[in-house]
């Protein structure tokens, strides 16, 4: 069997589903984390919440994730404590994709207490598990009268145009901020060495495992001072490149030139176990000596 190294964030469950199931066909497999969100345009939020929804016209806001959630918790923890800011969002409504996002909203109430500027009309949530879904409910919900037809909308950098695309065709004008953005990890070379230090004696074969385009074009040069990775058109290796969905596939094959052994049929942990031991299984009397998978596992 083979180690196997899953470009992604180990899952908050224990036990991991992606991990287990390769696990329980005999693979040593291990998640490192590839990517890292930070919070951006802090001062800029702050403006807005600080002087309220009437100076800007606002009668609304979207938040889609827990990142903007954290960024809206933030900058109250920090307005709190600031004199003369007269911001009151106690009555504007909280659009929110999920009912996580929702608790994650509501839950700034515990450590704002009655603060004005703490979220309190939370809606959607378990109506709006999608964009679309919650594009829809504001369409019905958000009131057609004269007041303000502009929602505040918190974004991250990689966005689809899904909510803005229906929000605009119902009427609804949007006022897009992006408090968040995402980079490859500041952690993943000193994290990937540690794993090659520890792996399990006797597995000197690697399954690569890519679950995103970004995070393969950020990780790629730091695999290969690891490991040989196989270029498209060329025999495998000890090294075997696997990809979760045809996106990354073509982005690994056309924008890296890395060889893909595996696509997953299906964005699942099993479909993907299933792909890689099939494969296995059949070059299983392939020459080992074709390519060696660590070259620098200890440097």
């Not at 695309?165 to 992006?178: T, W």
């Not at 040069?221 to 060329?234: C, G």
């Not at 000890?238 to 056309?254: C, E, K, V, Y």
Request: aromatic share 8%; charged share 20%.
């Amino acid at each position: 069997m083979a180690n196997v190294l899953l470009l992604r964030s180990p899952s908050s469950e224990e036990p991991d589903k992606y991990e287990s199931a390769l696990q329980s066909r005999g693979y040593s497999a291990v998640s490192v984390a590839v990517l890292e969100t930070v919070l951006v345009n802090t001062s800029g939020l702050e403006d807005i919440v600080g002087k309220g929804p009437e100076d800007g016209r606002l009668g609304g806001v979207i938040i889609t994730s827990a990142r903007a959630c954290e960024s809206w918790r933030n900058v109250v923890l920090q307005l709190m404590s600031t004199p003369g800011i007269s911001g009151d969002w106690s009555q504007i409504p909280f659009y929110v994709v999920g009912a996580a996002t929702a608790t994650a909203l509501a839950d700034i109430r515990k450590v704002a207490g009655s603060s004005r500027l703490a979220p309190q009309n939370i809606r959607g949530g378990s109506e709006s598990g999608t964009s679309e879904k919650l594009a829809h409910f504001i369409l019905q919900d958000f009131p057609s009268t004269n007041g303000p037809q502009r929602l505040l909308y918190l974004t991250g950098d990689k966005n689809r145009d899904t909510l803005p695309s229906f929000l605009n065709g119902g009427g609804i004008d949007l006022q897009s901020l992006k408090v968040y953005e995402t980079q490859g990890s500041s952690t993943f070379a000193s994290d990937l060495q540690t794993i090659l230090s520890s792996v399990r004696s006797g597995f000197e074969d690697w399954w690569i495992v890519f679950f995103a385009p970004s995070a393969a074009d950020f990780v790629a040069p730091i695999l290969r001072r690891h490991f040989t990775i196989p270029e498209v058109d060329s025999p495998p290796t000890a090294t075997r490149i696997a990809a979760i969905g045809p996106t990354t596939s073509t982005f690994l094959r056309d924008k890296l030139r890395m060889r893909v052994d595996v696509l997953s049929r299906k964005p699942l942990p099993e479909a993907l176990a299933d792909g890689i031991e099939e494969f296995d299984r059949g070059n299983s009397g392939r020459d080992h000596n074709a390519g060696y998978a660590a070259k620098a596992r200890c440097e």
